[in-house]
């Protein structure tokens, strides 16, 4: 897992996975800043063959992703996190039914810090 861009206090995060992985909120700072929960507002993913994508946080499993797709969560108006999974890991796990696993999983979180909102 890569983290491509941090953004600035109050802003966004996007990750870049390539294999399982996982990140957590303080990894999210940039200087000066306490993150305290970040939503999923965008994913981009591949999935080859028979692999998929499972992302959770907070150990609940949020999305299952195969193919190819591209969700913008924030156009819609949708949130996968409930209750405390905002404040908790992400874990984006590869995974193949058979044979190799393949896959590329871009996602952008909005973080909510300590005295700064974020504007969907």
Request: hydrophobic share 40%.
């Amino acid at each position: 897992m890569a983290i491509t861009k941090k953004g600035v206090k109050g802003g966004y995060v996007t990750l870049l996975f390539n294999a399982t992985g996982f990140t957590n909120i303080a990894s999210a700072n940039a200087v000066g800043e306490t993150v305290d929960s970040m939503n999923i507002t965008h994913m981009l993913w591949s999935a080859n063959g028979a692999s998929k994508w499972t992302v959770a946080r907070g150990g609940n499993t949020i999305a299952s992703l195969y193919g190819v797709d591209d969700w913008d969560l924030s156009r819609e108006g949708i949130q996968l996190e409930q209750g405390g999974d905002a404040a908790s890991n992400l874990v984006a796990t590869l995974s193949s039914t058979s044979g190799l696993a393949e896959g590329t999983l871009i996602i952008k979180l909005h973080k909510k810090s300590s005295g700064f909102t974020t504007e969907y």
